[in-house]
């Protein structure tokens, strides 16, 4: 398909939206209502500039904006290719839900720091589009730190002890690997001239003495791998869950943690390429390192009786099927990845979203006090449900979308020992998520705690159905809607072009 570039402005317009409402949150915090309407408008106005770009990047149009030039060769440039396209869609969508739900949430619990709140909330998904759309390493850059900075007030929101800890655990993780990348990004101007990202990789193995090249994808993946929360980098991600619901989902299912998952996949695909990357044989180091984090918080996430505790290590295990399918450098496993980007948003969107309705709801927090719980609050436990199914890969789900591609990829390389690991962790989701249900839905509360309580309010109920609704469709229909899943084949073809696998 022949690429044809377009200067249009929307790429900015969809970035500049929500930092305009952040500050449009700060002038008017004092009237509640007026404030919450600027995060929703620039939600919806977020998502239609998004999306209006869509139809036209399928054809093989690309839009291109750059606010201003650093240099002759590079500016501070914002593209629309499909890689860039598949993180957009799925971040400025789930804004929308995430919105009105984090008003329900907040009013309901009774939040202090609303204000701040909902500013650091829209300079977070600024953020986050502007590393989807991001043309070169140093735009990504910026935005990717920029995301790390709007989101520690959300993770220190709460302002004690135990909040203070988790921020500066936070900030350390992030920002320390953030410099590395940076020296990272240096090294790459110097070898290769350009920072620009480019289908297959900018890097080859002619521009720098071998371990020369190994010791700077380590500097890079580095920034990838901590915010996806890859073992050893993960200790942030479960003390992170101190902050509130909404944050906890921000985190989880639309900006960081995906941050992280794409930062990989840019790496990968478009500053070393799978050709060098074989050559280098770092990729099956790292792959590797995504196995054992699978298997190993899965386990972990199992031992865990705080929800959203069990949610956190989730979400470690779940982030690795990213990096790992980027790893295998096949073009049905970064397929996967890429739509695994999508899968996983949705379906740990919905389930933390439904930790949050029940601790609005009942103030409880732990598994062993929800006996019964199904029977109070059945629409919010359904939907749990169905978001459990669907991290466990189980057909008619989106999860079993991405992990189906997966498995595929691991067969391009002549890797099937992945395929196993797949399938223990499939068994192992089942095993922490299914018990929720269960416990909720066939155990008798004896203590009668529930009877009172019923389902959250609508504010936050609605997005809760919306995104478990979103996750059967999917799952039924992988091109629904905006054409999600040929935005991803179009991401990793371009990527593994002319590229021929066959293991490492």
């Keep these: 398909m022949t690429e044809l570039t377009v200067i249009d402005v929307r790429p900015f317009l969809a970035v500049g939206v929500s930092f305009l409402a952040a500050i449009l949150i700060m002038l008017t915090g004092k009237k509640e209502n007026v404030r919450d309407f600027w995060s929703v408008a620039a939600a919806f106005i977020k998502a239609g500039l998004i999306f209006s770009m869509v139809p036209a990047v399928l054809n093989g149009t690309v839009f291109e904006f750059t606010l201003f030039q650093i240099t002759d060769t590079l500016g501070f440039t914002l593209r629309t290719d499909p890689a860039g396209m598949v993180f957009a869609c799925v971040s400025s969508f789930l804004y929308i839900p995430v919105s009105f739900y984090a008003i329900g949430y907040m009013r309901g619990h009774h939040e202090k720091e609303q204000t701040g709140f909902f500013a650091a909330f829209a300079v977070a998904l600024c953020a986050a589009i502007g590393i989807a759309l991001s043309a070169n390493l140093l735009t990504f850059f910026v935005f990717y730190e920029l995301l790390t900075v709007a989101t520690w007030p959300l993770v220190f929101h709460?302002?004690?002890?135990?909040?203070?800890?988790?921020?500066?655990?936070?900030?350390?993780?992030t920002l320390v690997c953030g410099q590395l990348f940076l020296a990272g990004i240096v090294m790459v101007y110097v070898f290769a001239g350009t920072l620009?990202?480019?289908?297959?990789?900018?890097?080859t193995i002619d521009m720098a003495p071998k371990w020369v090249l190994q010791l700077l994808f380590l500097l890079m993946i580095l920034a990838g791998a901590v915010k996806a929360g890859v073992m050893p980098l993960h200790g942030w991600l479960p003390s992170a869950m101190v902050a509130?619901?909404?944050?906890?989902a921000l985190l989880h299912a639309v900006a960081v943690v995906k941050a992280g998952g794409f930062c990989v996949l840019r790496v990968i695909g478009f500053v070393f390429g799978p050709q060098l990357l074989a050559e280098l044989g770092v990729a099956e180091i790292l792959a590797w390192f995504a196995a054992f984090t699978i298997i190993a918080s899965s386990l972990i996430a199992m031992q865990q009786d705080n929800l959203k505790r069990r949610l956190a290590f989730s979400t470690v295990g779940q982030l690795s099927y990213v990096v790992l399918g980027a790893a295998l450098l096949a073009p049905l496993s970064i397929l996967g990845a890429y739509y695994h980007i999508?899968?996983?948003a949705l379906m740990k969107i919905t389930l933390f979203m439904c930790a949050g309705a029940i601790i609005v709801t009942t103030h409880k927090e732990n598994i062993s006090e929800m006996h019964g719980l199904g029977k109070q609050m059945p629409i919010t436990m359904a939907c749990f449900t169905v978001a459990s199914l669907g991290i466990a890969g189980m057909p008619l789900v989106i999860g079993f979308i991405s992990k189906?591609?997966?498995?595929?990829?691991?067969?391009?390389?002549?890797?099937?020992?992945?395929?196993?690991?797949?399938?223990?962790?499939?068994?192992?989701?089942l095993s922490y998520l299914m018990p929720?249900?269960?416990?909720?839905?066939?155990?008798?509360?004896?203590?009668?705690?529930?009877?009172?309580f019923k389902e959250a309010n609508y504010f936050m109920l609605?997005?809760?159905?919306?995104?478990?609704?979103?996750?059967?469709?999917l799952g039924i229909m992988p091109n629904f809607g905006p054409h999600l899943y040929d935005l991803a084949t179009m991401a990793a073809e371009s990527i593994t072009q002319g590229w021929i696998g066959g293991g490492w």
């Design 436 to 452: 929720v249900s269960y416990l909720a839905f066939f155990k008798k509360n004896q203590h009668g705690n529930f009877t009172k």
């Design 462 to 473: 609605i997005p809760i159905c919306v995104t478990a609704t979103l996750s059967v469709i």
């Design 158 to 173: 709460a302002r004690n002890e135990e909040a203070r800890f988790a921020g500066r655990k936070y900030l350390v993780y």
């Design 244 to 248: 509130p619901t909404p944050v906890s």
């Design 342 to 344: 999508v899968a996983h």
């Design 196 to 203: 620009d990202f480019r289908a297959g990789g900018i890097l």
């Design 404 to 429: 189906w591609n997966l498995a595929l990829g691991a067969l391009q390389v002549n890797q099937p020992l992945y395929i196993v690991i797949l399938i223990c962790s499939a068994l192992l989701a």
